[in-house]
């Protein structure tokens, strides 16, 4: 079992890294923004609060994710292992997962940062989409279907971008990571859980850099 957390700006790669490291080791990906997401989608007053505060491209209230966190890792198939993506964000956040995993005598193996350059992340995030009917993700330039306009994984046909993907709001993510997400760096790095991948290498590279610190993690506890 690996628990990880993936820290990192918009446009990182969390999402991108957190889906194959769920195909290939079976670490289940949380993604409190896929949640989010679809709260917003299912029209519940939290998910329209939410849906809002996306859109401008600000931070939910932390009380509202620990909530949404707690009971996620709660359910069955987390005891495989899970990769936080996207949580925590603020070190408020931090410090209630730190309480929730003491409490469950869980141990968090890795914090990982992705690490990217801002100039980069509004190219990124501008050109994403994913199938609508899968949720496999796509990039205009970096990451096509091998058919156009077909899913490699499904094979379906329609496609989406998410509404806070603008020029506009990813400036204002990217500067909430600066304010509010990035002091989290500092927290786990004196405990000596940080990790670091180039999030700025080509896809397959990073991942290559992420499956090597589960592989070595998993080795080095067999020895
Ligand atoms: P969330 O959904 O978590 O969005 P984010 O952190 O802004 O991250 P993204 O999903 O945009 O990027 P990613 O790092 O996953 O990159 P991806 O792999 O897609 O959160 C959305 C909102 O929800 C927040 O703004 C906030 O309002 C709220 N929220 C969520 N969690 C919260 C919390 N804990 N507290 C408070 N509020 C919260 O990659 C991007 C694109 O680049 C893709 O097209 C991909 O193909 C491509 N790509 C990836 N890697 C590479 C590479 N190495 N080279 C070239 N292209 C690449």
Redo the contacts with the bound molecule.
Sequence with gaps: MTNLILL???????????RRLQERFGIVQI????M??AAARSGTPDGRK?KV??DR????P?CM?VGMIAGRIDQPDCRNGFAL??????TA?AEALDGMLVKRGIAIDHVIE?AVDDDAMVK??I???TCARCGA???DL??KPSVPGVCDRCGGTRFERRD??TAETVRA?LA??HRQTEPILAYYGQRELLRRVD?????DE?TRQLFAIVEDSRRERLT
């Design positions: 990192g700006a918009p446009g990182a790669g969390k999402g991108t890294q957190a993604s409190t923004g896929e989010l997401r939410a505060i996306m491209g600000e931070l939910v932390d994710m993506d996207g949580f925590p964000r603020t956040q992705v990124r995030i050109g994403r989409y993700g796509y990039h970096y990451s806070d993907d993510r909430a990571y999030g700025m290498a080509a896809i990073v």
